[in-house]
């Protein structure tokens, strides 16, 4: 069908037409996961009365586009930045570039909005990092894209998986802070914009294995978290938190370098020092964590490999593999300066 002018009709003209956006349309037509049945009703009355039909040829004079998309909770991470500069040297070598949107941190309705601007782009695979929304909705996606999730603990049979063992790597700085003397150890962690705090999220699964290992060593007592977000804000608004309870914690684990850096201002401006009053652990081991004047421990979950692998798994995924694969990395813990025994007394 034509319009009036002569063009073909498009899916802008269908857009306008139902008053709704071209991202919803684009939803509609590929049988997206989450779209309700009176958009879908709506978008499809549109497309009856223009006579609206994908522009199939168009598509197969496409091909591939020769693209990644990469989703990213938010772009001030730098421990991120080495996840995507390992994925982009992998796929460079096929040819392919890597797009890069900022999927909202913590919110799922941000996150879907960013995913269906590359689907949209019609990228030929993607890399989802430490996406909130649910697994449903991911191998939906995964089913129309070929698709690699990183930091769930959730297993499909639809995408791949490559994440850290955070249960291991949390017990790592938990360990480490007992047997230097604490007693006293706080965690930050992340609160999710979510219905459910979901098991296969990371920073669930770092929380609650900071909470087991403090029970197996008889210090349920002192079990204290401040659940802000893995931001240099919230490890700031999360320490000054713990510094107000009574007894204060000597050591504090924050969930992510970045909330680790926060944690290190808060303790400086209560005219405090680390770590001869409070030790402060991190985990991603950043480049920024080795740094002389930060020197912070952290737990090591080797981006540069899981960024790498991501790359190599997509390129099998675009290439016709389906059978879904499950990479995990062993972290390491890298102890330095910022945590020491705590002060007398």
Do not use: W
């Not at 598509?59 to 991470?77: E, K, S």
């Not at 695979?125 to 649910?134: C, E, F, Q, R, W």
């Not at 697994?135 to 930091?151: A, F, N």
């Not at 680390?274 to 950043?286: E, K, L, M, T």
């Amino acid at each position: 069908m034509v319009t009036r002018d002569g063009r073909r009709v498009t899916i802008t003209d269908v857009a306008s037409h139902a008053q709704v956006s071209t991202t919803a349309v684009s939803k509609v037509l590929r049988n997206a996961y989450g779209v309700s049945e009176a958009m879908r009703v709506k978008v499809q009355a549109a497309i009856d009365e223009l006579g609206y039909r994908p522009h199939a040829a168009a598509r197969a004079m496409r091909g591939r586009t020769f693209t990644i998309g990469v989703l990213l909770p938010h772009i001030r991470n730098p421990f991120f930045a080495d996840i995507v500069e390992a994925l982009a040297a992998q796929i460079a070598g096929a040819g392919y570039q890597a797009i890069i949107v900022q999927g909202g941190g913590t919110d799922p309705t941000a996150e879907r909005r960013a995913i269906d601007a590359l689907v949209d782009r019609q990228v030929d695979g993607m890399l989802a990092v430490a996406p909130v929304i649910t697994r449903k909705e991911l191998e939906g996606i995964g089913r129309g894209t070929p698709t690699v999730v990183l930091g769930r603990h959730d297993r499909s049979t639809v995408y791949d998986s490559v994440l850290d063992d955070d249960e291991v790597g949390a017990e790592l700085v938990v360990e480490h802070l007992i047997g230097l003397g604490h007693r006293r150890i706080a965690h930050i962690s992340q609160k999710d914009n979510v219905p459910a705090r979901p098991a296969a999220l990371l920073q669930t699964v770092r929380a609650r294995t900071y909470e087991r290992v403090m029970a197996e060593h008889g210090l349920a007592e002192h079990i204290a978290v401040a659940a802000t977000s893995y931001t240099e804000e919230g490890g700031y608004l999360g320490t000054r938190e713990l510094l107000a309870r009574e007894p204060c914690p000597t050591a504090i684990f924050a969930g992510a370098d970045q909330a680790a850096f926060g944690a290190l201002a808060a303790v400086n401006e209560a005219g405090l020092a680390v770590p001869a009053d409070i030790s402060v652990a991190g985990y991603d081991n950043s480049r920024l964590t080795a740094m002389a004047h930060v020197s912070l421990t952290s737990v090591d979950q080797d981006g540069a490999t899981m960024g790498q692998t991501a790359g190599r798994l997509l390129l099998e995924r675009v290439q016709g593999r389906t059978s879904a694969v499950r990479f995990s990395v062993t972290p390491t813990l890298v102890a330095r300066r910022s945590t020491a025994p705590p002060p007398a007394g």
